[in-house]
């Protein structure tokens, strides 16, 4: 079993809708979530992390975490095509080392 | 966050040699970690690399095959030895900036011919 879970996609949203991307991960003890993205030839860019239960929003990003469900996700409103890229899940465990899910590709059609 | 220039950018190597990847770090950091992106895969660790220690590799890698040193908190090196075409993949570095997360260099794509 994986460490870290994402539906590899590819998922396809219009411009202008609510993307969701979601995760989930094995080892109960972990410590720091986060979301990177990383376009086609680029280096991930971290662009949401969250540590406590509950959602946490920047701009159109919201990162909502259930650490009962060992469950993290990603809310993308107004799509934009600028927003197709592959999202990654990560997580630290108690080590403090990052495992990444194997990543969800995301298009946005205009 | 930390800004991190990691250089070569892109290497075609022959098989058989080795290549060294840099990393320097604009701020001093305690932990430093070496990552393989495999074509169309996420994200795997090689090793942490902490500055005055030997480092730590994951299950899979071995330092005969993946040297790495540390000198000083700023920069790492990390090379890839012996190489064959099961090798090419992209390279990246990354830190982990209590304020700001885990950042990554630019990445070095590594082709194996």
């Known amino acids: 079993q994986k460490e870290v879970e994402q539906n590899s996609g590819p998922l396809s949203v219009p411009e202008g809708a609510i993307a969701s991307l979601n995760c989930t991960y094995s080892?109960?003890?972990?410590?720091?979530f986060f979301w990177y993205r990383q376009y086609s030839g680029k280096s991930p860019e971290l662009i949401m992390s969250?540590?406590?239960?509950g959602d946490k929003e920047d701009g159109r990003f919201t990162a909502q975490l259930n650490k009962a469900s060992q469950y993290v996700s990603l809310l993308i409103r107004d799509s934009q095509p600028s927003d197709s890229a592959t999202y990654l899940c990560?997580?630290?465990?108690?080590?403090?080392?990052?495992?990444f899910g194997g990543g969800t590709r995301l298009m946005v059609k205009p | 966050s930390a800004v991190i220039s990691q250089k070569p950018s892109r290497d075609i190597c022959q098989r058989g040699t080795s290549l060294t990847i840099q990393c320097q770090v604009d701020?001093?950091?305690?932990?430093m970690f070496w990552y393989r992106q495999q074509p169309g895969q996420s994200l795997t660790l090689i090793a942490t690399?902490?500055?005055?220690?030997?480092?730590?590799?994951e299950s899979g890698f071995v330092i005969d095959k993946f040297p790495i040193s540390r000198p000083n908190l700023t920069f790492s090196t990390l090379t890839v030895s012996n190489m064959s075409p099961e090798d090419s993949s992209i390279y990246l570095c990354?830190?982990?900036?209590?304020?700001?997360?885990?950042?990554f260099g630019s990445g070095t794509r590594l082709t194996v011919v």
């Open positions: 990560a997580v630290t465990n108690a080590g403090n080392m990052l495992t």
């Open positions: 969250i540590y406590s239960n």
């Open positions: 701020s001093q950091v305690t932990m």
């Open positions: 990354s830190v982990d900036s209590v304020s700001y997360g885990y950042t």
């Open positions: 690399a902490n500055q005055g220690s030997e480092a730590t590799y």
């Open positions: 080892d109960r003890g972990s410590q720091s």
